[in-house]
T-cell receptor, first 110, second 113 residues
């Protein structure tokens, strides 16, 4: 069975501080991992996916198969990063069918 | 391209009534996915449809829930005889093919009173 765990419901940091949103997964095969972001009153949107190995808005995430983790990191948080972040796993390449974590609300304080 | 459009944004139904939620995918997208989000929880996959076909309904409750994606028109998620536990946000996503990116609508918040 697939499972995604985001252990922190709430995370608060000061502007300019590093931020790490944790994501652990459980899946027996080779997963595709994603991070989605939902800003206030906006729709859910894809932030990044591990297969692209890209950096979006200063965020990066590395898939660690040994620790079954896909933590999202940013070295210097900005106030506009305040949002809800969801980690998601797809068993294949079909991102439409994914298992989501419960989300972490990030607040960046001035 | 207006993105994935869901309507209504808010829907209030009394117990026992029917709820119909609509999802218009992005132009050119033939794959639609429905998710449910209960309070304080993440999105839970319900059903995956292509035009006129249900591909995967492994997340759909066995009773009262149905979904369709006709050749013409939006995808419909239908909940019959709603109960309080059906109160949730229902999200739709679409993709052009089985893709590494799905695009989400803004959701329909269903409240059963």
């Amino acid at each position: 069975a697939q499972r995604v765990t985001q252990p922190e419901k709430l995370l608060s940091v000061f502007k300019g501080a590093p931020v790490e949103l944790k994501c652990n997964y459980s899946y027996s095969g080779s997963p595709e991992l994603f991070w989605y972001v939902q800003y206030s009153r906006q729709r859910l949107q894809l932030l990044l996916r591990h297969i692209s190995r890209e950096s979006i808005k200063g965020f990066t995430a590395d898939l660690n198969k040994g620790e079954t983790s896909f933590h999202l990191k940013k070295p210097f948080a900005q106030e506009e990063d305040s949002a809800m972040y969801y980690c998601a796993l797809s068993a294949g390449t079909n991102a439409g069918k994914s298992t989501f974590g419960d989300g972490t609300t990030l607040t960046v304080k001035p | 391209n207006a993105g994935v459009m869901q309507n209504p944004r808010h829907l209030v139904r009394r117990r026992g009534q029917e709820a119909r939620l609509r999802c218009s995918p992005m132009k050119g997208h033939s794959h639609v996915y429905w998710y449910r989000q209960l309070p304080e929880e993440g999105l839970k996959f319900m059903v995956y449809l292509q035009k006129e076909n249900i591909i995967d309904e492994s997340g759909m409750p066995k009773e009262r829930f149905s979904a369709e994606f006709p050749k013409e028109g939006p995808s419909i998620l239908r909940i019959q005889q709603v109960v309080r536990g059906d109160s949730a946000a229902y999200f739709c996503a679409s993709s052009p093919v089985e893709s590494t990116e799905a695009f989400f609508g803004q959701g329909t918040r269903l409240t059963v009173v």
